[in-house]
């Protein structure tokens, strides 16, 4: 009943006229971001959360998660039209998304995957309802020792489930936890590693950052792969899927929901390794796998919904443990404490608004996005046309006064096309940025808490593991990081 | 070659970024300083750094043979002229954004980057970095109620 009550409150949150609007900005930027290839969620956020620094704490939290969500119904557009996922969780959709719109049957694809998305944002927010509060309840009891092994558990898992190579995850990992150091000191107040620029004194900006990383070394990494994308001319129609479509597809939309959702709450988890796993998991229960790859709508299906599912299963850890389980809700992590906000257990019961009104927001947004994606399919396929010389000055000049507008600095501006340039060779080399962005925002809580566990226990490391949650914590990291790192260097000797 | 640097470059770092957290102050297990966590991230990125040199040298003595593999060697190719050029318009632009204010300075990086060398024609960049300069200043400026930099045109 309670949940009922808190629900309630929070559509009347979330049905205000200015967060209605932000919602609605929110799935509109995030369906584009997902439509154009070139930029993703995270470079889309970071360039709009300067843009959100004048509106209240929840309608930026309600339009920053619409950009994300918003981008994986967006995402599946580029992939069936195009071929060219939008963002990674719809990497999967172009193998069985595209062979659907070369048989002429784009408008089925795409309607599942919009309803898809719909049905299983729908489940993923029941979820994200009961189990949000319940995880809070536990987590009040968690104390420093338990909180900095649960944040070295998450990062584990995120560097665990990375694509790359691990040991170039840790080294990022390293990174960004040394670039979460500098500036003034939590405890003593002693400036550190600032080399003597009073810009860095209050440390390094997380827009310039993430901004550098994700938006400008993207666009000068496609400024060296130039070429036209070529989006399929065959005419969209019967966006509504069959009947014979829908049965084949209700299965694998109600496991792409729950498997998303489950894989969502790990950190590291997420979107994308949830289509993957289950197109997998399709094709291993379908009694004709061989039509996968060959335009099979479940492979649509499964996957779109799983996607889906994991935004609303990321939130979880987000608002309940105040650990954010991939870079997306780091990013939603930084937004919140730009606005005084410390996520953890108790902000479901101190600020029920910011919860409950994005939960209920989240509903609103599924049914924009459907209004979007369905009836103005055929505006987003012009859009896919626009020129990437065109694009890329204007994703620039966002940048540029995202990070100024900040505090006004033109510092900013230089640590962003450093970090831009960073971004471009690290990328070059293949490393990638999640554990980077991870590690910098949980950098502050994981120093804090671990020297706070430090005092409490008078210099006694076994406080980390005479604590039976910490012990277990740190138990699995040890574990998973192990069993990624050894089989990994075992294989470059027998490959070399 | 470059695959194997990769790994002693992390080790360096880890060694500056050790020596820096010691000058600031690791203080004890009991009363940790300010450069304690830091020490920590050093002293991780060495031995990280150390499995990745040791790990790295067989790889890349089988990718000496086949260099074309080597995701850093894409990093040694040298970068485009765009990409040199779309840099220099960035720096410039957090040059002379105080100088010359938001309006002008943005105007004339815009047309820099809309500009296309090899078709070489003006007015569509001239448009272009026109209307971005009009619809940024009145989101920024007007609605959002931002302080852009006037420069020395105190008016706008």
Redesign the interface.
């Known amino acids: 009943m309670s949940v009922l009550h808190d629900l309630i409150n929070g559509f009347g949150v979330a049905l205000q006229l200015s967060n209605l609007f932000a919602c609605f900005f929110g799935v509109l930027i995030g369906t584009l971001i997902g439509v154009l290839p070139g930029i993703g969620p995270v470079g889309a956020m970071s360039i709009l959360l300067p843009?959100t620094f004048?509106i209240s704490p929840v309608a930026a939290i309600i339009m920053l998660a619409g950009i994300y969500y918003g981008s994986m119904y967006g995402g599946s557009t580029t992939s069936i039209l195009v071929n060219i996922p939008g963002e990674a969780a719809s990497v999967v959709t172009c193998i069985d998304g595209y062979q659907m719109a070369r048989q002429g049957r784009a408008g089925p694809a795409l309607g599942i995957a919009a309803f898809g998305s719909f049905i299983a944002g729908t489940i993923g927010l029941v979820g994200l309802m009961f189990m949000g509060s319940l995880l809070a309840g536990f987590a009040v009891k968690f104390g420093p020792a338990e909180y900095f092994s649960l944040m070295c558990l998450g990062l584990s898992l995120l560097l665990y489930l990375t694509r790359g190579s691990i040991?170039?995850g840790?080294?990022m990992a390293?990174?960004g936890?040394?670039l979460s150091?500098i500036g003034q000191?939590i405890?003593?107040g002693?400036v550190?590693?600032t080399f003597g620029l009073f810009g860095l004194q209050d440390g390094v900006g997380l827009v310039p950052l993430v901004m550098g990383l994700f938006g400008?070394s993207e666009?000068?990494v496609n400024?060296?792969e130039p070429g036209e994308r070529m989006v399929l001319s065959t005419k969209i129609k019967h966006l509504l899927p069959t009947r014979e479509d829908w049965r084949i597809a209700a299965m694998p939309i109600a496991r792409g929901s729950l498997l998303g959702f489950f894989l969502g709450i790990l950190p590291g988890g997420g979107a994308v390794i949830s289509s993957f796993v289950s197109y997998a998991l399709e094709k291993r229960f379908s009694r004709h796998p061989e039509r996968f790859g060959n335009g099979a709508i479940e492979g649509v299906a499964g996957p779109e919904a799983a996607n889906n599912s994991a935004t609303s299963g990321a939130f979880i850890p987000l608002f309940s443990l105040g650990i954010p389980a991939n870079v997306v809700m780091a990013l939603l992590l930084g937004a919140l404490m730009i606005h005084g906000l410390q996520p953890g257990p108790l902000m479901i019961t101190e600020h029920p608004e910011i919860f409950w009104g994005t939960v209920a927001s989240m509903y609103v947004g599924n049914i924009l996005l459907l209004i979007l994606n369905l009836p103005l399919i055929g505006i987003w396929v012009r859009i896919l046309k626009i020129p990437y010389?065109?694009l890329?000055?204007?994703i620039?000049?966002?940048c540029?006064?995202g990070v100024?507008?900040i505090n006004?600095n033109?510092f900013d501006?230089?640590m962003m096309?450093l970090f831009?340039?960073l971004g471009?060779?690290l990328r070059?080399?293949?490393y990638e940025f999640a554990p980077l962005v991870l590690a910098f925002v949980l950098?502050p809580m994981?120093?804090q808490n671990?020297?706070q566990a430090?005092?409490l226990s008078?210099?006694?490391?076994r406080v980390f593991a005479t604590h039976p949650i910490s012990a277990a914590c740190l138990l699995i990291s040890l574990f998973l990081l192990i069993s990624g790192?050894f089989p990994?260097?075992q294989k470059?000797?027998k490959?070399? | 070659m470059l695959n194997w640097i990769e790994g002693p470059i992390w080790v360096a770092l880890g060694v500056v970024i050790s020596l820096l957290s010691y000058r600031t102050g690791t203080g004890s297990l009991s009363e940790p300083g300010p450069g304690f966590v830091a020490l920590a991230s050093g002293i991780f990125m060495i031995v990280i750094g150390s499995i990745r040199s040791i790990a790295g040298r067989g790889a890349s003595r089988q990718k000496a043979e086949d260099p074309g593999e080597s995701p850093l060697r894409k990093t040694a190719v040298r970068p485009s002229y765009r990409l040199v050029y779309t840099l220099v318009l960035l720096v410039l632009y957090a040059l002379l954004l105080n100088s010359i204010g938001y309006v002008i300075t943005t105007f004339l990086v815009m047309f820099g980057l809309f500009f296309d060398p090899e078709k070489r024609r003006f007015v569509v960049p001239f448009f272009a970095s026109l209307v971005s300069v009009a619809v940024t200043y009145t989101l920024f400026e007007i609605w959002l109620k931002t302080q852009l930099p006037r420069g020395f045109f105190p008016w706008w």
């Open positions: 843009v004048g040991l170039k840790l080294m390293g990174a936890i040394f150091l000191d405890v003593t002693k550190r590693f400008i666009v000068l400024l060296e010389k065109i890329f000055p204007l620039l000049l966002f540029l006064i100024y507008t006004g033109v501006i230089f096309i831009g340039l471009y060779w070059k080399a293949q950098g994981l120093e671990l020297r430090l005092i008078d210099g006694s490391a790192v990994a260097i470059r000797r490959r070399s």
